[in-house]
């Protein structure tokens, strides 16, 4: 039996009834036990077009004897079954099953990543998982979903980008001090070993707090040091993202610092 926890999300339709819908399928299949399920958390839209509705989020823990693609596979039947449409990546849907963690798997096949890559730095997704698996561990951080959370309010309101080419952290920094007004400026004292000086560029949030030595997100831009433990909350993007990789960024940032994100999108007007 493996240990899996999983994220749900709806903003379409009868929002709650389709997540409690979800639950009364994976509760009736067989191998699978809905050990606990969060309260439903209503909100606001990270990181798909603007003026969406709202969401709600929740979190269930699972016991299942099925192997992590084939519990996949069940989530994305089940998705089906409640009307959910695939048009656009980040569109609106009636629902959404994501696998955070299987145990501790780490899983990078082309049809599933785990643990779910956005997971560490999104709080709709951290909220209702820590309100049912607070020490659960992420395999690939090292920390338990109750540190994350809590590094969510308490790290330093910085962003470390660290990237093997100078030309590639130049151009993003320049690019996420446009959209988001962020400013050069790094923690007094930061790990060597996680945040090398020549591959790092270090941004700040504006009236933020840097109180702490640790960065709420850090950004690895085609690093080969990706594997390492302990940077805390990390997007790591492959050389292989081209296009999107500013995307996944700008959506990554809106959804630690939510302030943010709306001033991305008036920049945008
Ligand atoms: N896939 C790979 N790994 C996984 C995994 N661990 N769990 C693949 C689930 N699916 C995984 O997913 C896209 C592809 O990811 C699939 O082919 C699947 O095999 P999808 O469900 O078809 O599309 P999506 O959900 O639009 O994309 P994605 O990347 O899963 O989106 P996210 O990161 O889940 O974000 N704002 C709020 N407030 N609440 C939300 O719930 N959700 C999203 C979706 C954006 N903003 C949100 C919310
Ligand atoms: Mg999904």
Redesign the pocket.
């Known amino acids: 039996m493996a240990a899996c926890l999983i994220?749900l999300?709806s903003?379409l339709g009868d929002r709650t009834a389709t997540l409690d819908a979800a639950i009364a399928a994976l509760s009736a299949t067989a191998g699978v036990q809905v050990v606990r399920c969060s309260a439903w958390q209503l909100?606001?839209?990270?990181?798909?077009r603007r003026a969406q509705p709202?969401?709600f989020?929740g979190a269930a823990l699972i016991e299942t004897s099925r192997g992590a693609a084939d519990f996949?596979a069940l989530?994305?039947q089940i998705?089906v079954q409640l009307g959910r449409q695939?048009h656009?990546?980040?569109?609106d849907?009636t629902l959404?099953?994501?696998?955070?963690l299987y145990g501790d798997a780490v899983i990078d096949s082309p049809?599933?990543?785990?643990?779910?890559?956005?997971m560490s730095f999104r709080h709709?997704?951290l909220e209702p998982a820590v309100q049912i698996a607070a020490p659960m561990v992420h395999p690939e951080i090292g920390w338990t979903l109750e540190r994350l959370l809590e590094h969510l309010d308490g790290g330093a309101d910085c962003v470390a980008l660290v990237a093997p080419s100078a030309t590639a952290r130049r151009e993003l920094a320049a690019a996420l001090r446009e959209r988001f007004g962020l400013t050069e400026g790094a923690p007094s004292i930061a790990d060597e070993r996680l945040w090398p000086t020549s591959s790092t560029a270090w941004l700040t949030v504006p009236d933020g707090q840097m109180s702490s030595e640790h960065p709420k997100l850090t950004i690895l831009l085609d690093s080969p040091t990706a594997s390492e433990a302990g940077r805390g909350p990390t997007l790591q993007i492959p050389p292989t993202k081209g296009d999107n990789a500013d995307r996944e960024i700008f959506?990554a940032i809106a959804a630690v610092w939510p302030r943010l994100g709306s001033r991305g999108d008036q920049r945008l007007q």
């Open positions: 994220a999300g903003n909100t606001l839209p990270v990181g798909g709202e969401f989020n996949h989530l994305q998705e695939r656009e990546r980040w569109g849907r959404d099953l994501d696998l955070l049809a599933l990543t785990v643990p779910h890559p956005r709709f997704v959506a």
